[in-house]
């Protein structure tokens, strides 16, 4: 069994759920394909761990994807590779070249979530246990959800906020609807109760009459504010995967408003605990901006995970085994065109 989440079948009927429309099994790796302009396709292997590296290392292996590579047309395989090493040569003696574009944060923070809560406060930045407390005084409650239709306004909105590309609601329902009946993937929410509000007497907090404006949860009111069937303002939301000994936070956002209130630090102190009861020993926060690039447009959601602490891992990413390399030249510069 693969310690990657990104291995499971469960990923894989996700995958060709949102746009891949084949898959393989190959010596128990799975690997997808695409389809790609003028009868053309590529191949993917997502997050293959250190565990099954001998695999991608096996001739037979390599033989068998340029086999399913010419009855199929392909132009190139890219396999990703989600751990660090330092062996530089893993996978250049066997034809492969970086990819000019990666698939998943080749960047990430690993908290070891291992040792107790007190250990692992205590290693966090002072800004991110500050946070922390600052959003337990007012208030903000975590709950988990079924329901997508808060997170992925809350989602868009960060997106939008922070000026990155987003992706769409079906992407979220479909990850939910597959990996959520296996229990691999839950959704969480923030929110700040209106009971909390009425029960409050000083200028902590600003808490206004919030009318609901929809029977459908999530839905958000004009001010941009999401809210519950019972009222409360849903101020952060994420979707966390549970799998072997790891939670790896996949998607998040947060509200534009009453951002002094630091409710995605309680979201994500509450997370974590949540994984430490369920016996995992790390947390994968998914995704920074590479050391030293101030202006990458992950820069601002960086520099919130970085509050946790957390070892910063550079992982090997993606790599690609090319079979028609003019066809390839071609397609990475309309790839890169298309990003733009």
């Known amino acids: 069994m693969s310690s990657s989440i990104f291995q499971t079948k469960e990923w894989e009927d996700f995958k060709l759920n949102t746009g891949y429309e084949?898959?393989?099994?190959?010596?128990?790796?799975?690997?997808?394909q695409k389809k790609l302009p003028f009868g053309r396709t590529m191949l993917y292997s997502p997050m293959v761990d250190q565990n099954i590296e001998y695999r991608?290392?096996?001739?037979a292996f390599l033989e068998e994807v340029k086999k399913t590579a010419k009855e199929n047309n392909s132009i190139f395989y890219r396999l990703e590779l989600g751990f660090a090493t330092?062996?530089?040569?893993l996978l250049t003696t066997d034809g492969f070249v970086k990819a000019f574009e990666e698939m998943q944060p080749e960047n990430t923070i690993i908290l070891d979530i291992s040792k107790s809560e007190e250990e692992i406060l205590a290693q966090m930045k002072p800004k991110g246990r500050y946070n922390i407390k600052i959003a337990e005084k007012n208030g903000i409650e975590i709950q988990k959800t079924t329901n997508i239709d808060a997170f992925y306004h809350l989602y868009e909105t960060m997106a939008k906020r922070q000026k990155i590309s987003y992706r769409s609601r079906k992407y979220f329902q479909n990850l939910i609807d597959i990996l959520g009946k296996s229990g691999y993937c839950e959704v969480f929410e923030a929110t700040l109760s209106k009971r909390h509000c009425e029960e409050r007497s000083d200028e902590a907090i600003f808490c206004v009459d919030r009318p609901v404006l929809s029977e459908v949860e999530g839905l958000p009111r004009p001010d941009g504010l999401a809210m519950t069937k019972q009222n409360d303002a849903i101020l952060a939301s994420a979707i966390?995967?549970?799998?072997d000994n790891t939670a790896i936070y996949l998607f998040g956002g947060s509200s534009n408003e009453h951002r002094n209130l630091m409710a995605?630090?309680?979201l994500h102190w509450e997370i974590i605990k949540e994984a430490k009861r369920?016996?995992?020993?790390?947390?994968?926060?998914f995704g920074i901006a590479p050391q030293?690039?101030?202006?990458?447009p992950w820069a601002g959601v960086t520099r919130f995970k970085q509050q946790f602490g957390g070892e910063e891992v550079e992982l090997l990413g993606s790599w690609d085994l090319i079979f028609k390399p003019t066809e390839y030249q071609l397609f990475k510069v309309l790839e890169k065109m298309r990003r733009k």
């Open 86 to 89: 330092t062996n530089d040569q």
């Open 22 to 32: 084949k898959s393989y099994r190959i010596d128990d790796l799975f690997v997808l």
């Open 240 to 243: 966390i995967s549970f799998y």
């Open 264 to 266: 995605p630090y309680k």
């Open 292 to 296: 030293n690039q101030p202006n990458h």
């Open 56 to 59: 991608i290392k096996n001739k």
């Open 278 to 285: 369920r016996g995992l020993t790390k947390y994968d926060f």
